[in-house]
């Protein structure tokens, strides 16, 4: 069965940085496209970011600002968040994308102005 752990989230100042992380078991991690996900409070759940063999997909909101990048070897898919915003507020989640789309239970992000 797969399984997904987020990490590195926590609170931030505006302007500054955080570095989640994703843990996949349970699967055969580098056939599939990864992605995170969002969801703040009272908001639906919106795409991040995505990432194939090579290939990366933003938010028009996250562009130039958001970085994802994968480690096949270690089966884990990071998110590299820069300039970060107090509306980056949100839990953030992974997702496996396959046949089958598999989510982690998800980080809490809080940026403060």
């Known amino acids: 069965q797969v399984q997904l752990v987020e990490s590195g989230g926590g609170l931030v100042q505006a302007v500054g940085s955080l570095r989640l992380s994703c843990v996949a078991s349970?699967?055969?991690?580098?056939?599939?496209?990864m992605g995170w996900y969002r969801q703040a409070p009272g908001k639906q759940r919106e795409l991040v970011a995505t990432?194939?063999?090579?290939?990366?997909n933003y938010a028009d909101s996250v562009k130039g600002r958001f970085t994802i990048s994968r480690d096949n070897a270690k089966n884990t898919v990071y998110l590299q968040m820069n300039s970060l915003k107090p509306e980056d507020t949100a839990v953030y989640s992974c997702?496996?994308?396959?046949?089958?789309?598999?989510w982690g239970k998800g980080t809490q992000v809080n940026v403060s102005a």
């Open positions: 997702a496996q994308i396959g046949e089958r789309t598999y």
């Open positions: 349970g699967s055969t991690f580098s056939r599939n496209a």
């Open positions: 990432i194939g063999n090579t290939m990366t």
